[in-house]
């Protein structure tokens, strides 16, 4: 794919600082240098004190024109996008700042047509959304993103100095315009989140007609900013990707695999067929790689590389890592320094232990989709969006049978179309789905958890399987299970009202009057019960 010399120097999130020489006092040359260094180490509070000292003693139109568009790059990268649009258009009057027209055009627009938003704060987060059904999701994500804050701190050693921005973006537009990455490629590769612009910037999961485990996606990218501070910006992307794969859910637990039934599988079919992913085809970014499996293959690839780093060599061996290459800046010298192996072995090592696990194909036949935008607010009526990801004909039409046997209340009926279905997918949560959810009704409790069970090992992040779970367990009385499966549901898709409706019955039942409080008023929200500027 061929990218135009603008888009490539955004998506790579360059920095365009020439070396002309300017008639600058001495202390302005001073105060321009460390502003332009911070920048790229977004160091944005220390970046900023500067430039406005730099401000107040520009005097040639030559060095108010280069404060100027400091100042823009300062305040975009601090979030200030009115300030950013201002100075911006202040610079693009300087004559000789024609190599920075390109992002100083891209800074004014994308500050004056992004999103109005509105914000939360946390105690280290600033979490910004625009669609007033999002401050769901921002307060949900204040939770995720102290517990990552404090987990992975501990792990990479650092926090940062400032509040993090994190912005929900609620249409795939504003997204793709703040993330510079073309639309094309977030839909094939199944990008929502970036870490770009000293900041995290998510696509709202109530664009997708089942969400996706947007949590986890939180703390992906905040793994990325605490790399980018802690290195300096030295750590190359495929290790990047790497270190935010391994950590991504060490929110919510210690030690989990990077090497699920998912990625066992695709793993497995590459080691094969001898198809991973170059190293260096990672770079610029996954997001620009080919497909949606060439993609997660990557991430697979990179996490399980570090995993192999910590399990072999230690913890402490990750963080002596991102420190070395960034004395160094180059990750092959440090990968040697911290492991006494040159890299071409340590690539080895990981392969051959990976191919020593006699990996097996979980999933056959497993579908990798990149992100599908849904066409309208809510669930279609009959509950068919989803139909179009089945890709085996006669399980879509089987299935598609059962769905109008039982929008008409013929569940047992529906229930054997279902089954029929299955025959030619058995391993679709879609289906799977559908058949549990109509067994448990017709009161068959035992064979929908037997239909359940496989398929939420292979699939744990599709919410079906969890509002069926949590139904079911709300039935029976068990309140504990049941809130699980439902709070795991709002992980992935805090937009379906009958999650917020189990959890005011559960939180009822419980005596848990704040809870009780929250929930009453999400659902609210959902159901356009509250105004929307209430906060």
Not at 12 to 32: P, R
């Amino acid at each position: 794919m061929r990218l135009n010399p603008l888009l490539l120097f955004l998506v790579l999130g360059a920095y365009i600082f020439t070396g002309t020489s300017f008639a600058l006092s001495s202390e302005i040359d001073v105060l321009i240098q460390s502003v332009e260094d911070d920048i790229k180490t977004w160091q944005i509070s220390r970046a900023s004190d500067s430039i406005d000292r730099a401000l107040e003693i520009a005097g040639t139109d030559e060095e108010k024109y280069r404060t100027y568009y400091l100042k823009s790059l300062v305040d975009f990268y601090r979030g200030d996008y009115s300030g950013a649009k201002e100075y911006g258009q202040k610079a693009l009057g300087g004559k000789d700042l024609k190599d920075e027209t390109p992002l100083l055009n891209y800074i004014v627009r994308a500050s004056g047509k992004g999103p109005q938003f509105n914000e939360i704060k946390s105690e280290h987060f600033i979490i910004r959304y625009a669609h007033p059904k999002d401050i769901i999701l921002a307060e949900y994500a204040k939770d995720v993103l102290e517990k990552s804050h404090f987990e992975i701190g501990l792990d990479l050693e650092t926090y940062p100095q400032d509040r993090v921005i994190v912005e929900i973006y609620p249409d795939m537009k504003s997204f793709t315009l703040a993330s510079t990455l073309p639309p094309e490629n977030v839909e094939k590769t199944g990008v929502v989140g970036i870490c770009k612009f000293n900041r995290i910037m998510i696509l709202s999961p109530r664009l997708l007609p089942k969400g996706y485990s947007w949590a986890d996606t939180l703390a992906h990218e905040y793994v990325h900013y605490v790399v980018f501070l802690k290195s300096e910006n030295t750590v190359p992307v495929w290790l990047h990707e790497g270190i935010a794969k391994y950590e991504e859910k060490r929110w919510k637990e210690k030690g989990s695999s990077v090497i699920s039934p998912f990625y066992e599988t695709i793993l497995t079919r590459a080691l094969k067929d001898n198809k991973l992913v170059p190293i260096e085809k990672m770079h610029p970014s996954l997001a620009l790689l080919e497909s949606a499996r060439e993609a997660q293959l990557a991430f697979a690839q990179s996490g399980t590389m570090v995993s192999h780093l910590v399990d072999n060599w230690g913890q402490e061996a990750l963080v002596n890592l991102i420190n070395s290459i960034k004395e160094t800046d180059d990750y092959k010298a440090a990968i040697e320094e911290v492991t006494e192996l040159k890299f071409p072995l340590f690539y080895d090592s990981w392969e051959n232990e990976l191919r020593s696990r006699n990996l097996e194909e979980k999933i056959p036949d497993v579908k990798i989709k990149g992100v599908r935008i849904k066409n309208k607010e809510g669930k279609s009526q009959d509950g068919s969006e989803d139909l179009i990801d089945i890709d085996n004909n006669k399980a879509r039409d089987y299935t598609r049978l059962g769905d109008l046997l039982k929008q008409r209340g013929r569940l047992s009926p529906a229930a054997y179309e279902y089954e029929k279905a299955l025959e030619y997918d058995p391993y679709s949560p879609i289906i799977s789905s559908r058949l549990a959810s109509t067994l448990n009704v017709i009161g068959e409790t035992k064979r929908a958890r037997e239909v359940l069970s496989p398929v939420l090992d292979f699939y744990p992040n599709h919410i079906d399987i969890h509002m069926i779970l949590g139904r079911i367990y709300l039935d029976e009385g068990n309140l504990g299970k049941a809130e699980q499966e439902y709070i795991t549901a709002i992980y992935l898709n805090p937009f379906d009202p009958e999650i917020h409706a189990s959890l005011i019955a559960l939180y009822e039942k419980q005596g848990r009057p704040e809870l009780l409080k929250r929930e009453e008023r999400f659902l609210r929200i959902l159901l356009n019960e509250e105004p929307e500027n209430a906060q």
